[in-house]
């Protein structure tokens, strides 16, 4: 799995492909976050600016709170679920890939399909590794070539490679 929410537990891998597995863990614990940082790759400043943006911990909660609490539509669900939020994107370039896959399928659909991409370009990376030495490319290029692949992947080749359940 790439990343995703299993009950209370926020799980995204970090580790490259070819690299010894890494995980990033945030669970909750009653009102509280616990976050649990692999040591070793990205430096943990990085990480906790990666996680401030994907959990919007920069947010005026108490100000964001006072106004939808206000909303007579939305006052139950706040009361319900105070500062609880959708979680943002680690990147711009996971923004922009979300942003594609969400105009033709459902988010869960959008997520099943970008994991699946995923697994197919880490499975053939590991048979090309076999063949030949791999090139070394900076990351910046490596995110263009994926949203360029899943930009040519007409949705409905990626629905019949990945039906819908």
């Known amino acids: 799995m790439f990343d995703g929410v299993h009950g209370q537990i926020f799980r995204r891998r970090l580790s490259k492909t070819g690299e010894p597995e890494s995980w990033l863990r945030v669970e909750r614990n009653g009102n509280e976050l616990i976050a ?3 040591l070793g790759g990205e430096p943990i400043y990085q990480l906790l600016r990666r996680l401030g943006r994907l959990f919007d911990l920069h947010t005026d909660g108490a100000t964001l709170h006072e106004h939808l609490s206000a909303d007579r ?26 942003a594609i896959l969400g105009q033709q399928v459902s988010v869960t659909r959008g997520t099943e399909l970008a994991n699946a991409r995923l697994e197919m370009r880490r499975r053939k990376r590991l048979l090309k590794q076999h063949e030949r030495k791999p090139r070394q490319t900076s990351p910046q ?5 994926v949203l360029k692949q899943l930009l040519s992947i007409p949705i409905q080749k990626l629905l019949q490679m990945h039906p819908v359940v």
């Open 36 to 38: 649990y940082l692999p």
């Open 141 to 145: 290029s490596a995110q263009l070539l």
């Open 73 to 98: 539509f939305l006052a139950p669900w706040v009361k319900a679920a105070p500062g609880l939020r959708v979680p943002g994107a680690w990147d711009g370039f996971e923004t922009c890939v979300r």
